[in-house]
Nanobody, 117 residues
């Protein structure tokens, strides 16, 4: 019922910034009724939660974010953003958007983020 498309990834130098977007669509989909999470997976590692925003707008971040990232949403545009600042090479990974809207969980295809030293 929902289709997610991530964008905004790319290659930046250490200390740089990127803003990722997750555009959601679907006949019955409403971003306001969905919790959205950003996850990432680096080569050889498990997929891990980066940030999450609830239907009420509350946010949660992984410890490694350390204040560098901000997740936000635009319900009218059905889009969730992840603003990433002070990037370092350890942030290099494929970043995925996930939608939780009972009873459905949907993943996007991912967008590559590469941070060079």
């Amino acid at each position: 019922q929902v289709h997610l498309v991530e964008s905004g990834g790319g290659m930046v130098q250490a200390g740089g910034s990127l803003r990722l977007s997750c555009a959601a669509s679907g006949r019955t989909f409403s971003l306001s009724r969905s919790a959205i999470g950003w996850y990432r997976q680096a080569p050889g590692k498990q997929r891990e939660l980066v940030a999450r925003i609830t239907t009420a707008g509350s946010t949660n971040y992984a410890d490694f974010v350390n204040g560098r990232f901000t997740i936000s949403r635009d319900n009218a545009q059905n889009t969730v953003y992840l603003q990433m600042n002070s990037l370092n090479p350890e942030d290099t990974a494929v970043y995925y958007c996930k939608s939780d809207s009972f009873p459905f969980t949907t993943w996007g295809q991912g967008t590559q983020v590469t941070v060079s030293s």
